[in-house]
């Protein structure tokens, strides 16, 4: 069994900054390519970010590219998603998803792994 799991969600003001964290432990071989995604109120969830397994290659959601930047330390089994110029739109819960292919996928059907999910707010 592999466990996921957030941290680093919080409230921020439009324009600010949050670093989002996901460890993973357990059956940690079950988890190659992480993604991220988050879930608004009302809305579907969607496609954040992923990170390919060694992080060389990144995927970001047109909404956030330029903004957000993924990255990994498999030494600590730990992948990040910096969030730079916060806008009220990235308010969601944010969620860390795995799977054990080498690459990312931006359908939440590819992962069987998650997280509980952090809570973002951005605020004006």
């Known amino acids: 069994q592999v466990t996921l799991v957030e941290s680093g969600g919080g409230k921020v003001q439009v324009g600010g900054s949050l670093r989002l964290s996901c460890v993973v432990s357990?059956?940690?071989?079950?988890?190659?390519?992480m993604a991220w995604f988050r879930q608004a109120p009302g809305k579907e969830r969607e496609f954040v970010s992923g990170?390919?397994?060694?992080?060389?290659?990144?995927d970001y959601a047109p909404s956030v590219k330029g903004r957000f930047i993924v990255s990994r330390d498999n030494a600590k089994y730990t992948a990040y998603l910096q969030m730079d110029s916060l806008k009220r739109e990235d308010t969601a819960v944010y969620y860390c998803?795995?799977?054990?292919?080498?690459?990312?996928?931006?359908?939440?059907?590819?992962?069987?792994?998650w997280g509980q999910g952090t809570q973002v707010t951005v605020s004006s």
């Open positions: 998803a795995g799977h054990d292919r080498d690459y990312p996928a931006q359908s939440e059907q590819d992962y069987k792994s």
């Open positions: 990170i390919s397994y060694h992080g060389g290659y990144t």
């Open positions: 357990g059956y940690t071989d079950s988890v190659a390519a």
